[in-house]
């Protein structure tokens, strides 16, 4: 199965700031389908990105996608109070559908 | 509005059993596969098993295989897990989601899961 690393474990930012997070495959993911999730305490999962760098419906622009390959990111352009939570990578190009590990998103 | 209501789970000892069930509402569930992802506590996602529009093609995570039965029922608009032989690693909160268009897929819908803790 496809191993997804993410990076950096926690990223320390302040509201306004930009925010890059990494996800990196540990095989080439077919037709870049890889999507994003931002997760809240308490909440399930929510659709952010699909297929790398589709933007999932009503999700605000300062959120893009990039990558191919082996190696995608999410990029928060301008840091919003309410962005700040744990986000994951999933890959669904190859079964088994896998997850990465998470990188949480605090307030410095 | 488009809904995934989970419910069925508890604490159960190991080596016991839970059903756990999925109520959608707002789509037409009858054209989605449909899957089971799981959390536990502090950790990160990992699905747990996804079963075809006319639950005619089924997988699991080898983890829960000869345990774990995913089935449906179209005319009830419900997606169900039946746990046997729990075990402390099952222990997590598990979510219903909507696969977008294929088996594996972007999950565009979440329930707001069930909880299944397995001890003594």
């Known amino acids: 199965e496809i191993v997804l690393t993410q990076s950096p474990g926690t990223l320390s930012l302040s509201p306004g700031e930009r925010a890059t997070l990494s996800c990196r495959a540990s095989q080439s993911v077919r037709s870049n389908y890889l999507a994003w999730y931002q997760q809240k305490p308490g909440q399930a999962p929510r659709r952010l990105m699909y297929?790398?760098?589709g933007r999932a419906t009503g999700i605000p622009d300062r959120f893009s996608g990039s990558g191919s390959g082996t190696d995608f990111t999410l990029t928060i352009s301008r840091l919003e109070p309410e962005d700040f939570a744990v986000y994951y990578c999933q890959q669904y190009g190859t079964s088994p559908t896998t997850f990465g590990q998470g990188t949480r998103l605090e307030i410095k | 509005e488009v809904q995934l209501v989970e419910s069925g789970g508890g604490l159960v000892q190991p080596g016991g059993s839970l059903r756990l069930s999925c109520a959608a509402s707002g789509f037409t569930f009858s054209n989605y596969w449909m899957s089971w992802v799981r959390q536990a506590p502090g950790k990160g996602l990992e699905w747990v098993a996804n079963?075809?529009?006319?639950?005619?093609?089924?997988y699991y995570v080898d983890s829960v295989k000869g345990r774990f039965t995913i089935s449906r029922d179209n005319a009830k608009n419900s997606l169900y897990l039946q746990m046997n032989n729990l075990r402390a690693e099952d222990t997590a909160v598990y979510y219903c989601a909507r696969p977008q268009f294929l088996r594996d897929d972007a999950f565009d819908i979440w329930g707001q899961g069930t909880m299944v803790t397995v001890s003594s």
């Open positions: 079963i075809k529009k006319d639950g005619s093609e089924i």
């Open positions: 297929g790398a760098s």
